[in-house]
């Protein structure tokens, strides 16, 4: 593998704003962080690891409904206030059948990424 390094800074037109850096030390190691910002002030950064361990990520969040977890080597972090009890819901009603999702392009405007080799 090729060492390798990036990141980016994308603000969207409503507020918001999202970042990742990335880089990878060549012998398989990746290490990157990203972050997700909207105009509600809430917020979420993700930290993660990936090598020969398998992969790790700490995400720190306030977003709405967040708790504190840690599901398959991901630890969850929320500030968030408490949630809402969760809806309980009865098993023997039937279910509304599948429909398949309707893909609705993005226009993704502002957003540029740069991949830049690193040379150490």
Same mark, same amino acid.
């Given at each position: 593998p090729?060492?390798y390094?990036?990141?980016?800074?994308?603000e969207?037109e409503?507020?918001?704003r999202?970042? /990742?850096?990335?880089?990878?030390?060549?012998?398989?190691k990746?290490?990157?962080?990203?972050?997700?910002?909207n105009?509600?002030? /809430?917020? $979420?950064? +993700?930290?993660y690891v990936?090598?020969?361990?398998g992969? $790790?990520?700490?995400?720190?969040s306030?977003e709405?409904?967040?708790?504190?977890?840690?599901?398959?080597?991901?630890?969850?972090?929320?500030?968030a206030p408490?949630a809402?009890?969760?809806p309980v819901?009865?098993?023997?009603?039937?279910a509304a059948?599948a429909r398949a999702?309707?893909?609705?392009p +993005? !226009? $993704?405007?502002?957003? !540029?990424?740069?991949l +830049?080799?690193?040379?150490?």
């Amino acid at each position: 593998p090729i060492p390798y390094s990036f990141n980016y800074l994308s603000e969207s037109e409503d507020g918001g704003r999202s970042t /990742h850096q990335e880089s990878s030390d060549g012998s398989g190691k990746v290490t990157g962080t990203y972050t997700i910002n909207n105009i509600e002030g /809430h917020s $979420r950064v +993700v930290e993660y690891v990936a090598d020969e361990n398998g992969f $790790r990520a700490i995400v720190k969040s306030n977003e709405p409904g967040t708790t504190n977890q840690n599901p398959a080597d991901v630890t969850v972090e929320s500030s968030a206030p408490e949630a809402a009890a969760s809806p309980v819901f009865n098993a023997a009603l039937p279910a509304a059948p599948a429909r398949a999702p309707v893909a609705t392009p +993005v !226009r $993704r405007t502002g957003v !540029r990424y740069i991949l +830049v080799p690193a040379t150490d």
